[in-house]
């Protein structure tokens, strides 16, 4: 798996789209590592496209991944979570990159 999406983080990708009224267009994820070794990451809607991206459909969402992120992205998933302080955020479970944690046994109420 390159890249993974959650529903709920769909769901908002297409709702944050229609308000910005970016509806069709293809989200951008880009990452890259930090000299920490941490990773940064970047997304935002992108109808440029150019011929060496690499173009992903996960949960109805399209997504465009430039060559120098593809490694850095590989088996991330994109969610969108509430966190302690009561705000939704879209978090990246990325195993590539020195802090990930992967998740407790989530009480996921879909």
Do not use: C, W
């Amino acid at each position: 798996m390159l890249l993974e999406v959650t529903a709920k983080a769909a769901q908002q990708i297409r709702y944050q789209a229609k308000q910005n009224r970016m509806e069709g267009m293809p989200l951008r994820i880009a990452a890259k590592r930090n000299p920490d070794g941490t990773l940064h990451y970047g997304m935002g809607y992108d109808d440029t496209g150019r011929d060496d991206d690499t173009t992903i459909n996960t949960a109805g969402v399209d997504v465009v991944i430039s060559p120098m992120s593809l490694d850095l992205l590989s088996d991330t998933v994109l969610d969108y979570v509430q966190l302690d302080d009561g705000k939704f955020e879209f978090i990246f479970l990325n195993p590539n990159d020195p802090n990930y944690k992967p998740p407790e046994n989530s009480q996921d109420n879909d």
